[in-house]
């Protein structure tokens, strides 16, 4: 009587008192009670007004998959319960750093998914995105990559879904590339920028959005030294942007390009930027050379190593700009690229807070061509295409061509 009278009193109740009615109603009636136990243990875990974790939270989860497990495997809606439930749990180990637990709460997750999709005749099976992640997480990348093969296999059908169809195949590419698969990654990779153009073409989605793909496929290319593919793929990056330097995007759009372009930049990041030195040795020849994740590539640890080391080079480079300049020109870009994309995500008006790191590393890149005429015109041309994707994601596209067609010009292609 006291449980039921917590949920019906009028007046506002704390989380832990809606959970600690739940405990007691759930035992006498679970099939009713047993789910709103689990979604509000999981509500618990995270409090939205300080921004923090309960210091609990992982048992939180874990009572969580129990109170959805007790339910009635009649109960029509227990499996969507105990899915939720898995899911907050696996958040939570990958949180605390134990990703071979997480994983075992993928599978499970997976599997309850997969008996659903069955069960309906769907042969889209959610989890599997979950599921893939947690692979590449734990190394195992062929089996990632064929995760995301029957994910995009399930998807395609159903076209592009208003835009979700290219966060999924961000993530194949991802997978495709970490298993060694370049070639299909690049083939992903077209059909990425393919669609994305379909839609810009059909007033579907915006032209920046089909920039922004072209871009990434661009510095893909480039990072396996595929000039060729790669000056092509300029040339429609140049089309496009004198399209809209002139004329505009031919709509309004909402703002979702910047996200885009930020998880595009952290996908070719991941795929391009190799192991850090004083990373392990490489595995043996017949094992992909591991790169960083994704979660990796955007980490502050990983972004705050790498500022300290453009710090430290930067005097040497100074002094020893043939010895030591083209180094820093690869950290600090890499370093500039990790921010941006912090920035796309924490920083209102971000575009404003990293433009002085792109334009500095416009200016090492000018140094650079001083002292290797080989080399320097290329690194360059990567650093003002840089900029003017930032230029093209902040919607400014009269600097982001006059930056592209300069870049153009020192890669001696045409304008």
Same mark, same amino acid.
């Given at each position: 009587?006291?449980?039921?009278?917590?949920?019906?009193?009028?007046?506002?109740?704390? /989380?832990? $008192?809606?959970?600690?009615?739940?405990?007691?109603?759930?035992?006498?009636?679970?099939?009713?009670?047993?789910?709103?136990? !689990?979604?509000?243990?999981?509500?618990?875990?995270?409090?939205?007004?300080?921004?923090?974790?309960?210091?609990?939270?992982?048992?939180?989860?874990?009572?969580?998959?129990? +109170?959805?497990?007790?339910? =009635?495997?009649? $109960?029509?809606?227990?499996?969507?319960?105990?899915?939720?439930?898995?899911?907050?749990?696996?958040?939570?180990?990958?949180?605390?750093?134990?990703?071979?637990?997480?994983?075992?709460?993928?599978?499970?997750?997976?599997?309850?998914?997969?008996?659903?999709?069955?069960? /309906?005749?769907?042969?889209?099976?959610?989890?599997?995105?979950?599921?893939?992640?947690?692979?590449?997480?734990?190394?195992?990348? +062929?089996?990632? !990559?064929?995760?995301?093969?029957?994910?995009?296999?399930?998807?395609?059908?159903?076209?592009?879904?208003?835009?979700?169809?290219?966060?999924?195949?961000?993530?194949?590419?991802?997978?495709?590339?970490?298993?060694?698969?370049?070639?299909?990654?690049?083939?992903?990779?077209? $059909?990425?920028?393919?669609?994305? /153009?379909?839609?810009?073409?059909?007033?579907?989605?915006?032209?920046?959005?089909?920039?922004?793909?072209?871009?990434?496929?661009?510095?893909?290319?480039? !990072?396996?030294?595929?000039?060729?593919?790669?000056?092509?793929?300029?040339?429609?990056?140049?089309?496009?942007?004198?399209?809209?330097?002139?004329?505009?995007?031919?709509?309004?759009?909402?703002?979702?390009?910047? %996200?885009?372009?930020?998880?595009?930049?952290?996908?070719?990041?991941?795929?391009?930027?190799?192991?850090?030195?004083? /990373?392990?040795?490489?595995?043996?020849?017949?094992?992909?050379? &591991?790169?960083? %994740?994704?979660?990796?590539?955007?980490?502050?640890?990983?972004?705050?190593?790498?500022?300290?080391?453009?710090?430290?080079?930067?005097?040497?480079?100074?002094?020893?700009?043939?010895?030591?300049?083209?180094?820093?020109?690869?950290?600090?870009?890499?370093?500039?690229?990790?921010?941006?994309?912090?920035?796309?995500?924490?920083?209102?008006?971000?575009?404003?807070?990293?433009?002085?790191?792109?334009?500095?590393?416009? =200016?090492?890149?000018? &140094?650079?061509?001083?002292?290797?005429?080989?080399?320097?015109?290329?690194?360059?041309?990567?650093?003002?295409?840089?900029? %003017? %994707?930032?230029?093209?994601? +902040?919607?400014?596209?009269?600097?982001?061509?006059?930056?592209?067609?300069? +870049?153009?010009?020192?890669?001696?292609?045409?304008?």
């Amino acid at each position: 009587m006291r449980a039921r009278n917590v949920l019906l009193a009028s007046g506002r109740r704390t /989380a832990g $008192e809606e959970v600690d009615a739940y405990r007691v109603l759930a035992q006498v009636s679970p099939d009713v009670y047993a789910p709103r136990l !689990a979604d509000a243990l999981l509500d618990l875990r995270y409090n939205l007004l300080t921004r923090s974790w309960h210091a609990s939270a992982l048992e939180l989860s874990e009572e969580a998959v129990a +109170a959805a497990r007790s339910i =009635d495997p009649a $109960e029509p809606g227990r499996a969507d319960v105990i899915y939720r439930a898995l899911d907050g749990c696996r958040k939570d180990l990958y949180r605390l750093g134990r990703t071979d637990e997480g994983l075992v709460r993928c599978a499970e997750m997976l599997a309850v998914a997969r008996a659903q999709a069955e069960a /309906a005749g769907e042969p889209l099976v959610k989890g599997l995105r979950e599921w893939a992640v947690g692979l590449s997480e734990a190394g195992r990348y +062929a089996e990632a !990559a064929d995760a995301m093969d029957q994910l995009v296999a399930a998807r395609l059908p159903r076209g592009p879904e208003a835009g979700a169809l290219a966060w999924t195949l961000l993530d194949r590419i991802a997978a495709l590339h970490a298993a060694g698969r370049l070639d299909d990654a690049l083939t992903a990779f077209e $059909e990425l920028v393919t669609m994305e /153009a379909a839609e810009a073409a059909a007033d579907r989605g915006p032209l920046a959005c089909h920039l922004h793909a072209l871009t990434g496929y661009v510095r893909m290319l480039d !990072a396996h030294g595929l000039g060729e593919r790669a000056a092509l793929a300029r040339q429609e990056a140049l089309a496009l942007l004198t399209e809209l330097a002139d004329t505009g995007e031919r709509k309004s759009w909402s703002g979702y390009q910047q %996200s885009f372009w930020a998880e595009l930049l952290t996908v070719v990041g991941a795929c391009a930027e190799p192991s850090e030195p004083d /990373a392990p040795g490489p595995p043996p020849v017949a094992i992909p050379l &591991r790169r960083p %994740s994704r979660a990796t590539w955007r980490s502050a640890e990983g972004r705050h190593a790498l500022r300290a080391r453009v710090d430290a080079l930067a005097p040497r480079a100074a002094d020893d700009p043939d010895r030591y300049l083209a180094e820093l020109v690869r950290l600090h870009r890499a370093f500039t690229l990790r921010t941006a994309v912090h920035g796309e995500k924490q920083v209102h008006r971000f575009v404003d807070e990293v433009r002085p790191l792109y334009d500095e590393g416009v =200016d090492l890149a000018r &140094r650079l061509a001083l002292h290797d005429p080989v080399e320097g015109p290329r690194a360059l041309a990567a650093s003002l295409i840089d900029r %003017s %994707s930032l230029y093209a994601a +902040a919607r400014d596209f009269g600097p982001a061509l006059a930056d592209f067609r300069q +870049a153009l010009t020192h890669l001696e292609e045409p304008v």
